[in-house]
């Protein structure tokens, strides 16, 4: 888990794709994107100090986007839309 959080925190990936594909986190495939349509995913329990977030876009993706995409930290090209960690704090702390 990673640093930070208390043992009954959530943690979301929330997903605003603007064209659909395939999703995993350390190698480990979760539910595909569906174009248009927000996807919200609880990873709290695949969180390591470090992990790997795979989106394989399917159509809509340009070459162009997709080189720029390879490089790993660059922005997301707006064809990809949205993607974030949110974190919904647990009875502990709130307290």
């Keep these: 888990m990673p640093a930070g959080l208390e043992s ?3 943690v979301w ?6 064209t659909g594909g395939d999703l995993s986190l ?9 174009a248009g349509r927000p996807a ?3 990873v ?4 390591g100090q470090r992990n ?9 993706l340009t070459p162009q ?3 720029r995409l390879a490089h790993g930290r660059l922005p997301l090209p707006a064809v990809v839309g949205s993607v ?7 009875a502990s702390s709130r307290d």
């Design 8 to 10: 009954d925190d959530r």
């Design 13 to 18: 990936l929330v997903i605003e794709a603007t």
């Design 26 to 34: 350390d190698g480990t495939p979760l539910p595909s994107v569906v």
């Design 40 to 42: 919200r995913h609880d």
């Design 44 to 47: 709290t329990g695949r969180l």
């Design 52 to 60: 790997e977030l795979l989106l394989t876009l399917g159509e809509g």
């Design 65 to 67: 986007a997709a080189g």
């Design 84 to 90: 974030r960690l949110e974190i919904e704090p647990g």
